[in-house]
Every structure is written in C-alpha cells, then in structure tokens.
C-alpha cells in the first residue's frame, strides 16, 4: 500500500493504521531476519573455524618450539658427536704414525738382527783366527821394532806368517797389522798430529804406543 492509502487509513480509522504499520513492520523485519540469520550463521561458522585456526596455530607453534629445541638438542649432541670424531681421527693417524713407526723399527731391527747373527758368525770364526793373529802381533812388537821397513815387512808377512800356517794355528786369510794393533780413529789422530800416513810411520806409531 502506498504511503497515499496509509494516509486514507488514518482518516479511516487510527487503530487500523496502526494495525497496518504493525504487519508492515513485522513483514519487514521478517524480511531483514531472512537475510541476517544466514550471514549469522556464517559470520558463526566464520568465528568457530576461526577459533579452530587459532587453536590450531597455537598448536603449530607448540610443536615449533618442541623441534627447535629438539633440533638444539640434536645439534648439541651433533656438535658433541663430531668433536668425538675429530678426537678420534687425530687419534688414529697418530696411532697410525707410531704403528709406520714401529713397524719401520721392526724391520730395522730384523736387518740388524741379520746382520748381527752373521757378525756373530764372522766373530767366532776371527775369535779361533785370533790365536795366530795375537802371536804374529805380539812377534812384531817384540822383535820388529829395531829393524828397517823391508826387514819388517819380510819377517813379519813371510818368515813368521808362513811359519804359523805351517804349524796349523788358526790365523786370518789376509793378516794385516794395523787392523788388530790399531784403529782408523787413533791412525787418523797420528795424521792431525802431523805423522804421515805410510805403512812404516803407522808401524812406527803402533811400536811406539805399545
């Protein structure tokens, strides 16, 4: 009805009119309420997944914090572990080193122990040879010292020397003085005192330090 025959009502009648703007308004109250109580409950549905949201936010972050420090603690451990790991290669290359090392030493060792059996060897036999090697040296200091080189040299390496092998005593194949009555060091300490290095001023220098 238009606002003309709400006019023509109240002329009619004043309870009527009010009659009328009472369906009026409760029609357009229906009719704002159809459209309010879907946007209600949405704006409820809205609220509800929007309290499930935060709640689920809060959950999130909850589990955030327990990885971080899970992840703190993992690293921590991780730190400790490689520290560990560190130490232990430090060790095993050391380990390795003593090990090259002593290695090396045991075949030092097994070369030294060759050489020492057959020294051991060679000793035992020059021991027996020692007999007419010690009797044809102390035949040249005792006889030897008045006479000239040749002389020494004759009665020494073939008078006295062929006379031992003749009777059988034990001497060496090649008898050499200087290597039983003296030593390179001492022959040397002659030559820096200014004797020369000839057989006879060596023969000289033993007969004198004897």
Request: proline share 3%.
């Given at each position: 009805m238009c606002i003309r025959d709400?006019?023509?009502?109240?002329?009619?009648?004043?309870?009527?009119?009010?009659?009328?703007?009472?369906?009026?308004?409760?029609?357009?109250?229906?009719?704002?309420?159809?459209?309010?109580?879907?946007?209600q409950q949405k704006l409820d549905m809205m609220t509800k997944t929007l309290a499930q949201l935060a709640q689920d936010l809060k959950d999130t972050e909850l589990l955030i914090t327990k990885l971080n420090n899970e992840l703190a603690e993992n690293q921590a451990e991780f730190d400790q572990t490689n520290r560990r790991l560190e130490e232990l290669t430090k060790e095993a290359l050391l380990m390795d080193r003593r090990l090259k090392a002593a290695q090396k030493l045991i075949n030092g060792l097994g070369r030294e122990q060759e050489r020492w059996s057959a020294l051991r060897v060679s000793l035992q036999e020059?021991?027996?040879?020692?007999?007419?090697?010690?009797?044809?040296?102390?035949?040249?200091?005792?006889?030897?010292?008045p006479f000239d080189f040749s002389f020494r040299q004759r009665m020494t390496y073939e008078d006295w020397n062929a006379d031992i092998r003749r009777r059988e005593i034990p001497m060496s194949e090649t008898f050499v003085l200087q290597n039983l009555l003296t030593t390179g060091v001492e022959i040397s300490q002659w030559a820096s005192e200014g004797l020369p290095g000839d057989e006879l001023s060596i023969q000289?220098?033993?007969?004198?330090t004897r």
């Open positions: 709400r006019d023509r009502l109240d002329q009619i009648s004043p309870a009527i009119k009010n009659v009328y703007n009472w369906v009026d308004n409760t029609l357009n109250f229906l009719e704002q309420n159809r459209k309010v109580v879907p946007l020059n021991k027996i040879k020692l007999i007419g090697d010690c009797l044809l040296s102390s035949s040249f200091l005792s006889y030897a010292g000289n220098g033993i007969l004198t």
